[in-house]
């Protein structure tokens, strides 16, 4: 059987939250998956259906499944065995190893996010070998992993920390499952960044300086406006596009709080220049009160 992207996806549901199995007393032969999520019955169903030219049928209690000897015969010569602890990763271009990591993710992991505390992406297997292949596979794409065993349950686990690595897996393989994808974007987002990417297009920038002061200026009993930040290099260049852009003068600060962390102040204390961002509506109108 040539691998295609229908059938890397059918092989990974099938590994995953899927069945190909036979029963000699009752002479049945099946393939199948079993899911809640009816998105993924159907990405299943419509590539079963362009793998062997029948459509399985999506039944009520979360499983789609075709019974036929022939599938059954043709999956497990060509694959071997589709149980839980038996299953193994077919030889993939990188294209097909995407769809397969997909459709995988998409029934047996997890993504979780505890705000600014824990955010990653999860796994668990019994199969220890076809985990490996998992974690080679995503190493081939980037995506570092961290593997554990918990020797009570004898599973395997796969964890994917770091903002770079969810990031490269939203855009490398990213999910179909709806909620996942919901929860890798809130992942993603929830990450604090601390140094701030200026556009190089001037019209873009001043936007985005526009940006900064409705978010993050604070005035200072009506004298002069300040802006915070962790990294000196921010305010550096925000002082120096304020000037290039506005005629503002600024001067940037190095402060310590009560416990002992570092941060930057950036000051604009000429009521003048107060006036012209109020003018240019880069200060919120709340300012127009205060400073009048």
């Not at 974007?185 to 190089?200: C, L, T």
């Not at 200072?220 to 921010?234: A, G, Q, T, V, W």
Request: proline share 2%; hydrophobic share 35%.
């Amino acid at each position: 059987m040539k691998i295609d992207e229908n059938l890397a996806a059918v092989h990974a549901y099938l590994c995953a939250d899927g069945y190909v199995i036979k029963n000699d007393k009752f002479k049945y032969y099946r393939a199948g998956l079993r899911n809640t999520q009816l998105i993924l019955l159907k990405d299943f169903q419509e590539r079963f259906e362009k793998v062997f030219g029948v459509r399985p049928t999506i039944r009520k209690e979360g499983r789609c499944e075709k019974s036929s000897k022939e599938i059954y015969e043709k999956l497990t010569k060509e694959f071997g065995s589709f149980y839980s602890w038996e299953w193994q990763m077919p030889e993939l271009d990188e294209d097909l190893m995407r769809i397969w990591l997909r459709a995988y993710f998409d029934c047996e992991g997890w993504v979780f996010c505890k705000k600014h505390q824990n955010r990653h992406i999860g796994a668990d297997c019994v199969n220890e070998s076809g985990l490996n292949q998992v974690i080679l596979s995503l190493n081939t794409l980037g995506i570092q992993t961290i593997k554990k065993y918990n020797k009570k349950k004898n599973i395997y686990r796969i964890l994917i920390y770091g903002k770079e690595n969810l990031i490269k897996f939203k855009e490398k393989i990213g999910f179909l499952h709806p909620e996942k994808a919901k929860k890798l974007d809130e992942s993603i987002k929830d990450y604090v960044v601390y140094i701030w990417n200026f556009p190089d297009d001037e019209r873009e920038c001043q936007g985005f300086i526009k940006e900064i002061f409705q978010e993050k200026v604070k005035l200072r009993r009506s004298k002069y406006l300040r802006i915070f930040s962790r990294e000196r290099e921010n305010l550096n260049r925000l002082s120096s596009l304020l000037k290039s852009y506005y005629n503002i003068n600024c001067k940037v600060y190095r402060c310590i709080n009560g416990l002992g962390t570092v941060y930057y102040e950036l000051h604009i204390n000429r009521k003048e220049e107060i006036q012209r961002l109020i003018d240019l509506n880069i200060i919120p109108n709340l300012f127009k009160l205060k400073t009048s």
